[in-house]
C-alpha cells in the first residue's frame, strides 16, 4: 500500500494525495477545499469500523437498511494536538436489529478487526464506542 501526496503549490498550503489505484483527496488546513490531515485520519478509523460493522451485521443475517458512524474526537491542548480520545457512535437502522448483534459487531471490530482503530489504540489513545438503533 502506498500514497504520494504532492504541494499543489498555489497561496496556500494545500496537497493532492493519490492512492495507488489512483483515487485522491485534496488535504487543506486554509482554503476549505478539502479536509485536514488530522479529520482524514478520524474519517479514515470511522471508515475502517463501519466496513467492520456492515459486513458483520450482514453475515449476521441482520437486516439494515443504513449505517452511520459519527465520530467524535478531543485532542491534546500541546503541540503537537495529538488525539487522546476518539468516540465511535454508530447508529443502525434496519428491520427487527438485534441488541446484541449490534455489540458484538462493534467489539469485534475494536478487538479483533480494524487496524485503524488497534493502530490508534496501541499509540495511547482512548478508543470508545456506542450505538443506536432506529427501526425503519
Known amino acids: 500500500m502506498n500514497a504520494t501526496v504532492t504541494w499543489l503549490k498555489n497561496d496556500a498550503i494545500n496537497f493532492e ?3 495507488d489505484s489512483g483515487h485522491s483527496v485534496i488535504l487543506d488546513s486554509e482554503l476549505k477545499l478539502g479536509a485536514k490531515p488530522m479529520e482524514l485520519l478520524l474519517m479514515g478509523v470511522g471508515g475502517c469500523a463501519s466496513y467492520d460493522v ?9 437486516a439494515i437498511s443504513d449505517v452511520r458512524c459519527e465520530v467524535f474526537a478531543k485532542r ?3 503541540i503537537p494536538a495529538v488525539f487522546t480520545d476518539i468516540h465511535l457512535h454508530f447508529v443502525v437502522t ?3 436489529i438485534k441488541e446484541s448483534q449490534v455489540a458484538k459487531a462493534i467489539e469485534l471490530s475494536a478487538t479483533k478487526y480494524c487496524s485503524a482503530s488497534k493502530m490508534l489504540a496501541a ?3 482512548n478508543i470508545t464506542h456506542d450505538f443506536k438503533i432506529i427501526e425503519g
Open 76 to 78: 491534546a491542548d500541546a
Open 94 to 96: 434496519g428491520k427487527d
Open 54 to 62: 456492515v459486513s458483520i451485521l450482514q453475515k449476521a443475517r441482520q
Open 17 to 19: 494525495a493519490k492512492n
Open 123 to 125: 499509540g495511547g489513545i
